[in-house]
Nanobody
Framework: QVQLVESGGGLVQPGGSLRLSCAVS????????MGWFRQAPGKERQFVAA????????YYADSVKGRFTISRVSGKNTVYLQMNNLKPEETAVYYC??????????????????WGQGTQVTVSS
């Protein structure tokens, strides 16, 4: 059974930074493509960032390019999302996602295999 557990959410002022973590159980983490999504109240879940199983390829939503960075550490079975210069409209529940086939392009869509429970990020003064 694969489990994804997010942490690192919280309240931050506009322009501030947060780093989200996603710990993944299972021995095949190194083969998974990983992604981050977010969902604001009343809105659809949207893609934020994705990273290939090797870490060699990354993808970002246009709205976060240059401000967010996705990374992974295989030895820790963890994927991170560093978020800088946060904006109030980015207040949402952030979800970690995994694609067991290692398809990073698929990980940019909601058609992934596993989801975490989400962590709340609130950007407000």
């Amino acid at each position: 059974q694969v489990q994804l557990v997010e942490s690192g959410g919280g309240l931050v002022q506009p322009g501030g930074s947060l780093r989200l973590s996603c710990a993944v159980s299972g021995r095949t983490f190194s083969r998974y493509a990983m992604g981050w999504f977010r969902q604001a109240p009343g809105k659809e879940r949207q893609f934020v960032a994705a990273i290939s199983w090797s870490g060699g390829s990354t993808y970002y939503a246009d709205s976060v390019k240059g401000r967010f960075t996705i990374s992974r550490v295989s030895g820790k079975n963890t994927v991170y999302l560093q978020m800088n210069n946060l904006k109030p409209e980015e207040t949402a529940v952030y979800y970690c996602a995994a694609d067991a086939r290692g398809d990073v392009v698929r990980t940019t869509t909601p058609a992934v295999d596993y989801w975490g429970q989400g962590t709340q990020v609130t950007v407000s003064s």
